[in-house]
């Protein structure tokens, strides 16, 4: 059993401040407030900090520039999310290809909170219940095991196989820290955080996963 987890449950960090593990037990807007005035300001690729109106958000390579193309709504964030600096579709929302050039300016923290979770949806939750020690990632094993139809057959995934994928398709082309482990019986991996930023979790395999699983499978039964 690793130092930080214990029948499935995961331990938050020790370092984490106190003001944010409390935050934790009350509304995701609450633990947003409680992280911003820990001075939390990163999030995935993108970076947001308090201002004169409000707060401001730009992808975290772009502070500085002057060149940004202004925008004031926080659902604008949405459409700043859909595609990359190619103008490619991001079937992955939490791929390392934010698009630059924009600078989001909101009045307030809901409309921060709001922006954040069109960039990156469902961050804030999975963060919160992490904090709380809650156990909320299903092992891959579970995970494939649930599949149905023309996925079922992702059920028979190898662990080497499975290992494969997640070092193929997760750790060059997603942010998120995978939190789940392979086998049902293994202990969940440790989560390295960083330094005041908001994390992106994943807490169960996507469907970009699971495709890829039964493609894999599927070679190999030569099907
Ligand atoms: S399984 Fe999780 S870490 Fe891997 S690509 Fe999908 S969302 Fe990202």
């Known amino acids: 059993m690793n130092k930080n987890s214990e029948h499935g449950k995961i331990r938050p960090p020790v370092n984490y401040p106190s003001p944010l593990t409390s935050a934790a037990s009350s509304t995701l807007r609450g633990l947003l407030a409680a992280a911003v005035a820990e001075g939390y300001h990163k999030i995935g690729q993108a970076v947001f ?11 975290a390579e772009d502070v500085g520039r002057e060149d940004l193309e202004i925008f004031h709504n926080p659902h604008d964030a949405a459409a700043l999310a859909i595609n990359d600096d190619a103008g490619n579709y991001r079937p992955l929302k939490t791929g390392p290809n934010l698009k630059h050039g924009w600078l989001l300016r909101v009045a307030s923290l809901a409309d921060l909170h709001l922006a954040l979770d069109l960039l990156y949806p469902a961050a804030l939750a999975n963060w919160r219940s992490f904090l709380r020690n809650e156990k909320i990632a299903s092992p891959l094993r579970d995970t494939v095991n649930r599949q149905t139809g023309m996925y079922r057959v992702t059920g028979l995934i190898t662990d080497e196989e499975a290992q494969g994928i997640v070092d193929s398709l997760c750790s060059p082309g997603c942010l998120r820290r995978i939190q789940w482990p392979i086998p049902s019986d293994a202990e969940p991996p440790l989560i390295p955080t960083k330094e005041k930023e908001i994390p992106l979790l994943c807490v169960d395999a996507c469907s970009l996963l699971i495709a890829e699983a039964r493609r894999v499978v599927k070679a190999r039964l030569g099907k």
């Open 49 to 59: 900090k308090p201002d004169a109106e409000g707060f401001f958000l730009c992808h």
